[in-house]
Nanobody, 125 residues
Framework: QVQLVESGGGLVQTGGSLRLSCTAS????????MGWFRQAPGKEREFVSG????????FYADSVKGRFTISRDNAKNTVYLQMNSLKPEDTAVYYC??????????????????WGQGTQVTVSS
């Protein structure tokens, strides 16, 4: 089992940047695919980005391509989400996810993944 703790959220103006971090405790972090989802008020949770255990492949929702970058440091048990050119529609609670049974992508089953508690990102217009 793995425990996930997100940090780095906050309030930023349109066009600004934030970097989210998700640190994992537990064994075998490097064997987990990792990723980020988000949930805005009144909306369902949606996929944002994913990364394979090695970091060799990354995946992005169309809405964030070219603006967000996911990366991981297996030595630090941490995955990052660098968010640039933020827009008000990026406002949401961002959740870190870990999957030992497959990728973290839009079609991943939530029940197969471990989740962090979430971190709030608010982009003001």
């Amino acid at each position: 089992q793995v425990q996930l703790v997100e940090s780095g959220g906050g309030l930023v103006q349109t066009g600004g940047s934030l970097r989210l971090s998700c640190t994992a405790s537990g064994r075998s972090f490097s064997s987990y695919a990792m990723g980020w989802f988000r949930q805005a008020p009144g909306k369902e949770r949606e996929f944002v980005s994913g990364i394979t255990w090695s970091g060799g492949s990354t995946f992005y929702a169309d809405s964030v391509k070219g603006r967000f970058t996911i990366s991981r440091d297996n030595a630090k048990n941490t995955v990052y989400l660098q968010m640039n050119s933020l827009k008000p529609e990026d406002t949401a609670v961002y959740y870190c996810a870990a999957n030992s049974k497959g990728l973290v992508v839009a079609s991943s089953s939530p029940e197969t993944m471990y989740w962090g508690q979430g971190t709030q990102v608010t982009v003001s217009s």
